[in-house]
T-cell receptor
């Protein structure tokens, strides 16, 4: 059992709306990463938070933003939703040894499936 | 650019051995990870190679050749529950860069 939880499990929004997805990391992990996985594809890195600071970002526009809280839980916010934002959004937590190639692993939550109509 | 190549689909028979190959081209490389994902589920970690050679974990083994930018996942004694998608992913700086996944179909 990974211990990473995400909410909600499913969400339906319309184009132009805003959405907030939540993630609780595994106990003892201070690093949270968010990924977007379109159907039939591998996950794409959105950004990563370490000790409440964003310390890495993939090729996603600024309307994708995030937060990490003192308890290391995290939020992903997406503004001005577009149809191609429909995807599975995955949160992964890891210890700081994972950073900069320290090895170890990322533990993934079950994901939030977002449908934009 | 950064890319990982792996076969889109592999079919094997229950009880057999299957190898899933992965070649990569990335700007940064710390190691190669393998994940399993069942339909509708989250990726689960299988193995990680930072150095050249073979890592064995039960029925699963993973191999890395850094000079060839190549790795593979070997699954032995295949079981029906192994039917899933398998992803290779490069640990690059602060992120995982993923391949498109290999769908493993197991026939009885």
């Amino acid at each position: 059992e990974t211990g990473v939880t995400q909410s909600p499990t499913h969400l339906i929004k319309t184009r132009g709306q805003q959405v907030t997805l939540r993630c609780s990391s595994q106990s003892g992990h201070n690093t949270v990463s968010w990924y977007q996985q379109a159907l039939g594809q591998g996950p794409q890195f959105i950004f990563q938070y370490y000790r409440e600071e964003e310390n890495g970002r993939g090729n996603f526009p600024p309307r994708f933003s995030g937060l990490q809280f003192p308890n290391y839980s995290s939020e992903l916010n997406v503004n001005a939703l577009e149809l191609n934002d429909s995807a599975l959004y995955l949160c992964a937590s890891s210890s700081s040894t994972w950073l900069a190639g320290g090895g170890g692993t990322q533990y993934f939550g079950p994901g939030t499936r977002l449908l934009v109509l | 650019g950064q890319s990982l190549e792996q076969p889109s689909e592999v079919t094997a028979v229950e009880g057999a051995i299957v190898q899933i190959n992965c070649t990569y081209q990335t700007s940064g490389f710390y190691g190669l990870s393998w994940y399993q994902q069942h339909d509708g589920g989250a990726p689960t970690f299988l193995s990680y190679n930072a150095l050249d050679g073979l890592e064995e974990t039960g029925r699963f083994s993973s191999f890395l050749s850094r000079s060839d930018s190549y790795g593979y996942l070997l699954l032995q004694e295949l079981q029906m529950k192994d039917s899933a998608s398998y992803f290779c992913a490069v640990n690059s700086n602060y992120q995982l860069i993923w391949g498109a996944g290999t769908k493993l179909i197991i026939k009885p």
